[in-house]
């Protein structure tokens, strides 16, 4: 029966690693295994800390601890250099009975009606420790054991949930990344569905947009365009991993406007086969519209070249490729006026011709939106 009890616990500490609000679930667990009265996953530096489970404790003295007792409490700065995985027991981890002694077991511990404590680091990240705790009825070597012989099992866990988190922040950080960039993104499954796209991908999706998203996949509204695109991310979809570099550039028509150009992207197997996430990513599209300006603003651009407020709204004009006179309505300036400000932007950028002050402003500033 007590093999079956642990090789329970063990099953629930593995699905708190994926999962971390099972964890006071694993708590709960092991002190009915343990016949305990309170238990806690406690992670904490010497700043502070925070509780991952804390059944059987009272929540104002939680409180407490992280507003206080922290400071005070002698069994972390004595496991501070343990070795993670090693149980102890907190009324000899100190000598002389030094530990019943302190203001932290009389004025915290013993009022909660606690005397002893089984406790382990199960997991260490510089400064930062994740501490088991387990308080018994009674103090007995079999139960010790038996606290023991789940600690492997909970540092494992503990790294499992440390790497995913990790992947968690950089997925999340990548997102982020998508999101601001100003050219249309979107992600493909193996199976062709589409399973991200940022907000000027969505833009195309729209009633009058050239693209459409039908049944999860992605089609262009033009059907001879479509066969294009669908011929081009089925070849993505089915590259081989030495392959995965090859781009598949297709135009997609828009009525009375400039085409929409694509690039058709493979994903690198390489990475998605070792990813646990599913759906995994196969293939990915950049579409750029040349209608809409990359950039949202050109602030680094006037500080770094040195340019006045007012060439700086020249300067915003004239890259979207309008004509003096057309600038001078736009800022209700003369002709002359802005021919001079352009004239001094040429001067402090070392272009000499509008086609050239527009590549380099292009060349120097990253396609985000504000």
């Known amino acids: 029966m007590a093999a079956d009890a642990e090789r329970t616990t063990v099953g629930l500490i593995q699905d708190a690693a994926l999962d971390p609000t099972r964890w006071p679930t694993v708590i709960e667990h092991m002190m009915q295994q343990l016949d305990a009265v309170a238990g806690s996953l406690v992670v904490s530096d010497r700043q502070g800390g925070f509780t991952l489970a804390a059944p059987g404790f009272d929540p104002s003295y939680v409180a407490q601890y992280f507003g206080h007792y922290v400071n005070l409490d002698p069994m972390l700065w004595a496991q501070h250099h ?14 002389d009975g030094a530990f019943r002694k302190s203001e932290f077991f009389n004025d915290w511990y013993a009022p909660q009606g606690f005397h002893d404590c089984f406790s382990a680091i ?27 012989r789940l600690l492997p099992s909970m540092v494992r866990a503990l790294r499992v949930a440390q790497r995913l988190d990790l992947l968690s922040d950089q997925q999340c950080a990548l997102q982020d990344v998508l999101l601001a960039v100003t050219h249309a993104v979107m992600a493909f499954d193996h199976h062709g569905c589409l399973v991200f796209a940022n907000p000027p991908a969505e833009k195309l999706f729209g009633s009058t947009g050239p693209l459409m998203v039908k049944d999860g996949r992605l089609m262009a509204r033009d059907a001879a365009d479509d066969v294009v695109l669908q011929a081009a991310l089925t070849r993505s979809l089915r590259m081989d991993n030495h392959d995965h570099d090859v781009v598949h550039e297709i135009a997609v028509r828009r009525p009375k406007r400039r085409p929409l150009m694509m690039s058709v992207v493979p994903v690198s197997r390489r990475v998605t086969d070792h990813a646990d996430s599913d759906p995994q990513l196969a293939a990915m599209i950049v579409a750029v519209d040349c209608e809409v300006r990359p950039w949202s603003r050109l602030e680094g651009f006037v500080r770094a070249y040195g340019l006045t ?35 001094r932007i040429f ?3 070392g272009t000499t011709r509008q086609a050239e002050l527009i590549r380099l402003v292009a060349g120097s500033l990253p396609p985000l939106r504000a």
């Open 82 to 95: 343990m070795a993670v995985g090693r149980a102890v027991i907190s009324s000899t981890l100190m000598p």
């Open 122 to 148: 199960v997991h260490r990240q510089g400064e930062q420790q994740t501490r088991l705790h387990i308080v018994p009825r009674r103090r007995a070597a079999r139960d010790m054991s038996r606290f023991a």
């Open 309 to 343: 407020p007012a060439e700086g709204r020249v300067l915003d004009i004239v890259v979207d490729g309008d004509g003096l006179d057309r600038a001078a309505d736009s800022l209700g300036v003369g002709r002359a006026t802005v021919k001079t400000h352009l004239n």
């Open 347 to 349: 001067a402090k950028t």
